[in-house]
């Protein structure tokens, strides 16, 4: 079983905002990072740090968090953000990567 | 260009052996810590092994600790994953991805005892598949 645990599925309306959470201890003592995975494609990072975006994702994807929860808000989603998102830090060892079950994002 | 290149995967009988590369470009290979995270069929992603830069360091999910082994060639830009006694639960994409050492937060000269880890490059992936 996972360490990091997501909502198995979420929706929202185009143009609207969600946000997509993930909870752990670990979260306590690591930012989540967050990746963005479509049918047929490899992870593409989004998200880092205290809220950081690589270049090339755009200012709609968010991170934050909270206590042992981090969250992926996207503000205004998109039909391309409808994808798999699977939050991930080190584990409670620090030596072990660890991913959360992952998240289907469903844009209506 | 960044890039990283899987190769080696394919099919193979429960308890057969198989060796996974993975081809770096466009960085300096050596300066990175380096994970292999997998995906069953259907399935979220899971880590499965890391190494440090040196190789000095490995880490194993443990379902698979004692039957595979992470090692790299610096010198070869390549990371390699050595798997032995294979069963069908191994059958999975493969991915190869640039690991970011966890580094402590800092802001205004002053740092936090709180981390940020991730996997910044990704490969496309090598799909593995245990069968008889």
């Known amino acids: 079983s996972s360490e990091l645990t997501q909502d198995p599925a979420v929706s929202v309306a185009l143009g609207q905002t969600v946000r997509i959470t993930c909870q752990g201890d670990?979260?306590?003592?690591?930012?989540a990072s967050w990746y963005q995975q479509k049918p047929g494609q490899a992870p593409v990072l989004v998200i880092y740090g205290k809220n950081n975006r690589p270049s090339g994702i755009p200012d709609r994807f968010s991170g934050s968090s909270s206590g042992n929860t981090a969250s992926l808000t996207i503000t205004g989603a998109q039909a391309e953000d409808e994808a798999d998102y699977y939050c991930n830090s080190r584990d409670s060892s620090g030596n072990h990567a660890v991913f959360g079950g992952g998240t289907q994002l469903t844009v209506l | 260009e960044v890039q990283l290149v899987e190769s080696g995967g394919g099919l193979v009988q429960p308890g057969g052996s198989l060796r996974l590369s993975c081809a770096a470009s466009g960085f300096t290979f050596s300066s990175y810590w380096m994970s292999w995270v997998r995906q069953a069929p259907g399935k979220g992603l899971e880590w499965v092994a890391n190494?440090?830069?040196?190789?000095?360091?490995?880490y194993y999910v443990d379902s698979v600790k004692g039957r595979f082994t992470i090692s790299r060639d610096n010198a070869k830009n390549s990371l390699y994953l050595q798997m032995n006694s294979l069963r069908a639960e191994d059958t999975a994409v493969y991915y190869c991805?640039?690991?970011?050492?966890?580094?402590?937060?800092?802001?205004?000269?002053?740092?936090?005892?709180?981390?940020?880890?991730?996997?910044?490059?990704w490969g496309k992936g090598t799909t593995v598949t245990v069968s008889s």
């Open positions: 670990s979260l306590r003592s690591y930012y």
């Open positions: 991805a640039r690991d970011r050492e966890p580094s402590p937060y800092c802001t205004n000269g002053v740092c936090y005892d709180y981390y940020y880890y991730y996997m910044d490059v």
């Open positions: 190494i440090k830069q040196d190789g000095s360091e490995k």
